[in-house]
């Protein structure tokens, strides 16, 4: 069955640290995206991808970097992490662009604790 | 500015009752509105998709009403189930670029 996976599930990190989380799609999909998700907020998107070699910025980009080498990686990197960014990260994927009709499925998410 | 708010925060129920969650938003224009369930420690899962010429989607047990007018959804869930227990979380899709605006949730605790 195709899926949406990502690693690690949990990850502690120092201050200033260069950290990536990993995300992995077999759906075979062109648009892949992560996401940040707070407690008492909606999930905030951070960067997205239409395709290979495609990246764009999304409402809360700043300190976070992807990269779209082939279809089915989207790896996000924390260049300096800091403890703002302590939270749960999810990676999604869908086949077309999400502002049209179509699902977008979601990764198992990733505890990321900056310390 | 585009704005998606679900009410209630959270939200107890017995085991076999019915419920009502609230979505209303600000996103104009607007393409679509999904509504997620999303488990403790999992990622969302899609229960509904309803554009704006839709009024009604039902997926088993939950039923989603959308008013384009007033720019407000529900979701129903009906003869609730300890399973239910999850936060559901309204998403508003915009058609122009890339805008896909999520609500902080509802959390439905289900008692047995």
């Known amino acids: 069955d195709a899926e949406i996976t990502q690693s690690p599930r949990h990850k502690i990190t120092e201050t200033g640290r260069q950290v990536t989380l990993a995300c992995h799609q077999t759906?075979?999909?062109?648009?892949m995206f992560w996401y940040r998700q707070d407690l008492g907020h909606g999930l905030r998107l951070i960067h997205y991808s239409y395709g290979v070699q495609d990246t764009n910025k999304g409402e809360v980009s700043d300190g976070y970097s992807v990269s779209r080498s082939n279809t089915e990686d989207l790896p996000l990197t924390l260049e300096s992490a800091a403890s703002s960014q302590t939270s749960v990260y999810f990676c999604?994927?869908?086949?077309?662009?999400?502002?049209?009709?179509?699902?977008?499925?979601f990764g198992q998410g990733t505890r990321l604790t900056v310390v | 500015k585009n704005q998606v708010e679900q009410s209630p925060q959270s939200l107890i129920i017995l085991e076999g009752k019915n419920c009502t969650l609230q979505?209303?938003?600000?996103?104009?224009?607007?393409?679509?509105l999904r509504w997620y369930k999303q488990d403790t420690g999992r990622g969302p899962v899609s229960l509904t998709i309803m554009t704006f010429s839709e009024n009604t989607k039902s997926n088993g047990r939950y039923t989603a009403t959308l008013d384009a007018d007033t720019k407000q959804s529900s979701l129903h869930i009906t003869a609730s189930q300890l399973s239910d227990s999850a936060s559901y979380i309204c998403v508003v899709g915009a058609p122009q670029g890339f805008k896909t605006i999520f609500g902080a949730g509802t959390r439905l605790f289900v008692k047995a």
């Open positions: 999604a994927s869908s086949d077309h662009r999400q502002g049209m009709n179509t699902e977008a499925f």
């Open positions: 759906w075979n999909h062109n648009n």
């Open positions: 979505c209303n938003y600000t996103v104009s224009p607007f393409s679509n």
